[in-house]
């Protein structure tokens, strides 16, 4: 589950059970503005569809229609590991 945790100063592991993720660069902004655009309900709803899309992708191929053209995603190399290659289903 994802926590917002507005109200304390720091966050031990002892404090909650999971993933924690510290947004920055953008990141909040972009989540946020996904938020609105699809009408999610909260963080965690988002990142668990994106990441069904993620882990339904054939071969690692995720592609979307965006003005009227469709455009093959993949992520940018700084944000892979290069010790670990992506499986290929």
Not at 20 to 32: P, Q, R, T, V, W
Not at 47 to 61: R, T
Request: glycine fraction near 4%; aromatic fraction near 6%; hydrophobic fraction near 45%.
């Amino acid at each position: 589950m994802i926590e917002k945790f507005k109200d304390k100063a720091a966050v031990t592991a002892s404090d909650f059970e999971g993933v924690f993720l510290a947004l920055n660069n953008g990141d909040k902004a972009a989540i946020e503005e996904a938020m609105k655009r699809w009408k999610f309900k909260d963080e965690q709803s988002l990142l668990k569809f994106a990441l069904a899309i993620l882990i339904k992708a054939e071969n690692n191929k995720v592609s979307i229609q965006s003005g009227g053209s469709q455009i093959n995603l993949t992520p940018n190399e700084s944000l892979l590991d290069e010790n670990h290659p992506a499986d290929s289903l």
